[in-house]
Nanobody, 124 residues
Framework: QVQLVESGGGLVQAGGSLRLSCAAS????????MGWFRQGPGKERDFVAG????????GYADSAKGRFTVSRDNAKSMVYLEMNSLKPEDTALYYC?????????????????WGQGTQVTVSS
């Protein structure tokens, strides 16, 4: 079993920054790739960014490129999402997810393990 726990969400003004964290525990060897997704009010769950535990080039949604940075700390089994220049449209519940597929993929169906989410609210 794998457990993913997100933290770091909160309320921030437009233009501000937040750093989300995801702590992975349990049978983490089942996961090769970690992703961040978000779901805004009345919207579908969308891919934000992804990274492999083994390294390589991270992947980003167009909406995240240039503003968000995904990183990992293998020793701590942690994944992070640094978010800068936040906009009101970034308001969403942000999820950490783990995939057994050894490539960064944007499809939520490829992710087997999910955290409970952390809320990010950006005020204008």
């Amino acid at each position: 079993q794998v457990q993913l726990v997100e933290s770091g969400g909160g309320l921030v003004q437009a233009g501000g920054s937040l750093r989300l964290s995801c702590a992975a525990s349990g049978r983490t060897f089942n996961m090769y790739t970690m992703g961040w997704f978000r779901q805004g009010p009345g919207k579908e769950r969308d891919f934000v960014a992804g990274i492999m535990w083994s390294g390589g080039t991270p992947g980003y949604a167009d909406s995240a490129k240039g503003r968000f940075t995904v990183s990992r700390d293998n020793a701590k089994s942690m994944v992070y999402l640094e978010m800068n220049s936040l906009k009101p449209e970034d308001t969403a519940l942000y999820y950490c997810a783990g995939s057994p597929i050894a490539t960064v993929t944007s499809s939520s169906s490829n992710y087997r393990y999910w955290g409970q989410g952390t809320q990010v609210t950006v005020s204008s």
